[in-house]
């Protein structure tokens, strides 16, 4: 299976600033879906985007999507040292033979610092 | 609470051993999925089942089996031919079609 891409690997702020990290893949999709990993803990999914849906909001979390260059980019506004974890972007394909299967990209690790 | 448990949370074993990881869900999913995760990295697909007694390979099934006997319960083995086990493994399930992924806490597997 094809990964996405996430950039940057690695990301410092300041608490309060904004995080925006980016999700490249290369299939055509039915979604995608951002998930938050906690060290040492399982992945919890924060938010799903449709292939037909180009934005979409949750609390301080804001997600776009842009089919036409198959990206994602998801935004944390005013960033507290509770959001530093890995960030992953993951992809359900448009043409699911492969058993109903999400594809991870290698995430993003933030770090907020107080 | 509805969830998925995954036991034990740290396992060490010898080289040479085989090593089951266990996976219970509660939450009525057909479909659940292995993960392995290595420091620093993304997940990589292990096995997945969609229903019970039937599963299929991930892209890293080499050196690892696994059983669905039941539809809560998706335990998987790591057998002495996986040549470098050391590395947390995540389970996962879902309901039918494209919704999100729940996870376990994971296991933290260590051979030494």
């Known amino acids: 299976s094809q990964q996405g891409e996430e950039d940057p690997q690695a990301l410092s702020i300041q608490e309060g600033e904004n995080a925006t990290m980016n999700c490249s893949y290369k299939?055509?999709?039915?979604?995608l879906q951002w998930y938050r990993q906690n060290s040492g803990r399982g992945l919890v999914h924060l938010i799903l985007?449709?292939?037909?849906?180009r934005e979409k909001h949750s609390g301080r979390l804001r997600v776009t999507l842009d089919t036409s260059k198959k990206s994602s980019s998801l935004l944390i506004t005013a960033s507290r040292a509770a959001d530093t974890a890995s960030y992953f972007c993951?992809?359900?394909?448009?043409?699911?033979?492969?058993?109903?299967?999400?594809?991870f990209g290698g995430g993003t690790r933030l770090m907020v610092k107080p | 609470d509805g969830g998925i448990t995954q036991s034990p949370k740290y396992l060490f074993r010898k080289e040479g051993q085989n090593v089951t990881l266990s996976c219970e869900q509660n939450?009525?999913?057909?479909?659940m999925y292995w993960y392995r995760q290595d420091p620093g990295q993304g997940l990589r697909l292990i096995y997945y089942?969609?229903?019970?007694?039937?599963?299929q390979k991930g892209d890293i099934a080499e050196g690892y089996s696994v059983s669905r006997e039941k539809k809560e319960s998706f335990p998987l083995t790591v057998t002495s031919a996986q040549k470098n086990p050391t590395a947390f493994y995540l389970c996962?399930?879902?309901?039918?079609?494209?919704?999100?992924?729940?996870f376990g806490n994971g296991t933290r597997l260590t051979v030494t």
């Open positions: 939450l009525n999913h057909d479909a």
């Open positions: 299939t055509s999709i039915n979604n």
């Open positions: 089942s969609q229903i019970v007694n039937d599963f």
């Open positions: 996962a399930s879902r309901d039918r079609g494209f919704s999100p992924l729940h």
């Open positions: 993951a992809t359900d394909a448009m043409n699911n033979n492969a058993g109903n299967m999400l594809t």
């Open positions: 985007i449709r292939s037909n849906e």
